[in-house]
């Protein structure tokens, strides 16, 4: 029997546990492993039902059965009793996250360092050794470790990828050249790459070119952005200053009133006083008289009577009473309505004024254009422009931008039903048997359309009945549960809404109320800039009225809604 040496001591190394070999086992192709290593191995393979080694890969089907190799095991038990031990790794180097794993190691994995294209296998240092050992008149080749080595493998038929087919403009192996690519125009995948490799260059110029001009407008967007931003902040300043100049014209005119009514008042009184103070002495004259004839009166001596009633009875001189009118009602009601007419006109111009202002703020758009299709094109073109849209003033011209909507039924209060496609609804006594959906209001009677808006739209809502309608724009995010405002539109900062309900219409945002004029037409247009952040309501007859106009910035897709 031969005698185990330790030169001979790689021939008893299980190639997957790098440790003496543990009950031997030799698959078919002639390797041996340790039977409980080889075991693991395959049972991993069980769902692909074929089986390999994992040294030279060849393939087995079905699973072979494995029995002990009883001569190999008396000779590693015989090199174990020479107290040889295989040489270990001078420096072990675990899988950490983002390495690449050896496939052949057990348990916790080693850190690969290489990976053969031949094999599809990555190996640590140690097995890395033993696979040029294993391999020493085959020229495998080895490619630094790579995790993307299942990319090399056909995943119809379990091997490398070797042959590029022209036709298909993909990588196959050779099996497929036989089967479903049989007849296609096939080469190496090194011709493939040589071919592929001439237009490599060229593409990367494309590419730079198109680096270059993608630069060029990305610095002329950030300017236009910044020119934007100082242009802006000159604007409010400016508008600042007008605003706060306009405020102190209208303090010191508030001053004026202040000062005429005061100063009319002044002199009123004034003459009221010395009125007064000649009233009081004539009273005080009279009085006195009148104790002197009462006095008189009583006089026993005739002579003095007569001698003294003359002198006393005579009325004095005095202003004529009937000449002085006193008014009953003095008040300044005429100046408070005067003023209130004044604060009535103001009002009107600002809102009137606040309508041409937010179209022209509207008007500043900092733009990309169309992209064009050519380079040619991309020279002729500037690449930031500003666009000056003009804003609908017409029915005709507000119809351009119509938009179509449908009801979703999965946000309808059970109280709704919908008609006509999903584009007609009304309020019943019945409930309706919509199933359960997360979207659905539960408690307001109120839904929204499937369709949301995010550029230019319009569109007209028609009503009937006694009872009134909201018509509202809304986030997707609305709160659909609960009686609280949060989930009713307009209630809260997620919504707005127009409330049409006899004998009053109003405004809601953010739960707070703008008094409207009374609407006498059933049909109300809505019109939405979603970039501009302009909102409008417009009353529909013979012509188009404005209801009310909102300038605010929405942050999401806008979905219409009605509450009836």
Not at 146 to 172: A, I, M, N, W, Y
Not at 196 to 217: A, C, P
Request: proline share 4%; glycine share 4%.
């Amino acid at each position: 029997m031969a005698e185990a040496s330790p030169s001979n001591q790689d021939l008893f190394t299980c190639p997957i546990c790098l440790d003496l070999l543990k009950d031997p086992v030799t698959v078919n192709c002639g390797h041996s492993y340790c039977m409980g290593c080889i075991k693991d191995c395959w049972n991993q393979e069980d769902q692909k039902g074929v089986y390999s080694c994992p040294q030279c890969r060849q393939t087995f089907t079905p699973r072979p059965v494995l029995n002990r190799n009883n001569i190999f095991a008396e000779l590693v038990e015989q090199f174990r009793k020479s107290e040889i031990q295989p040489i270990a790794p001078a420096s072990v180097v675990w899988a950490g996250a983002g390495d690449v794993e050896c496939d052949v190691c057990t348990g916790r994995k080693l850190k690969a360092v290489k990976s053969c294209l031949d094999c599809l296998l990555s190996y640590c240092e140690t097995h890395y050794k033993a696979h040029n050992e294993l391999n020493p008149g085959r020229k495998h080749k080895m490619v630094d470790a790579t995790g993307q080595l299942q990319e090399r493998v056909c995943t119809q038929h379990e091997k490398p990828l070797e042959v590029f087919c022209r036709t298909d403009q993909t990588c196959v192996c050779l099996f497929c050249v036989m089967d479903e690519h049989k007849g296609h125009d096939t080469v190496s995948a090194s011709a493939g790459r040589k071919e592929k490799q001439t237009h490599l260059g060229e593409t990367q110029r494309r590419f730079q070119q198109r680096i270059l001009e993608r630069e060029k407008e990305l610095q002329e967007l950030r300017k236009a952005v910044e020119t934007l931003k100082s242009s802006a902040q000159t604007a409010v300043e400016d508008s600042e200053s007008i605003f706060t100049e306009m405020i102190r014209s209208i303090e010191r005119r508030r001053s004026e009133v202040t000062e005429l009514i005061r100063a009319q008042e002044k002199a009123e009184v004034s003459r009221a006083e010395e009125h007064l103070k000649q009233l009081e002495q004539e009273i005080a004259e009279l009085k006195r008289r009148d104790a002197e004839l009462e006095k008189l009166s009583h006089a026993e001596d005739h002579i003095h009577f007569l001698k003294t009633f003359q002198s006393v009875s005579n009325t004095p001189e005095t202003k004529d009473v009937s000449s002085t009118c006193v008014n009953q009602s003095l008040s300044f009601e005429a100046v408070k309505k005067s003023v209130s007419s004044l604060k009535g006109q103001l009002e009107d111009f600002c809102k009137e004024e606040l309508v041409k202002i937010s179209a022209a703020v509207a008007k500043v758009q900092a733009m990309l254009p169309s992209e064009p299709t050519t380079r040619e094109k991309f020279l002729q073109l500037p690449k930031v422009q500003a666009i000056l849209p003009s804003e609908p003033t017409t029915r005709e011209e507000f119809l351009q931008y119509s938009c179509h909507f449908t009801l979703d039924p999965n946000t309808a209060h059970r109280d709704l039903h919908l008609s006509e496609g999903n584009r007609s609804v009304e309020r019943t006594q019945e409930l309706q048997s919509y199933p359960d959906h997360p979207e659905r209001f539960d408690r307001y009677p109120q839904l929204l359309c499937r369709e949301g808006v995010s550029g230019h739209c319009y569109w007209e809502v028609e009503w009937s009945g006694n009872d009134g309608v909201n018509i509202a724009v809304s986030y997707k995010s609305i709160s659909r549960k609960g009686w609280s405002t949060v989930s009713w539109f307009g209630g809260n900062d997620q919504s707005w809404s127009l409330i049409l309900h006899s004998p009053s219409c109003s405004f809601y945002h953010n739960n707070k109320d703008t008094e409207l004029p009374l609407v006498a037409s059933s049909r109300i247009g809505v019109y939405v800039d979603h970039r501009a952040g302009t909102l409008a309501f417009y009353s529909i007859s013979d012509t188009m009225t404005l209801l009310h106009r909102v300038q605010t910035t929405f942050t999401h897709t806008l979905y219409p809604g009605l509450y009836l």
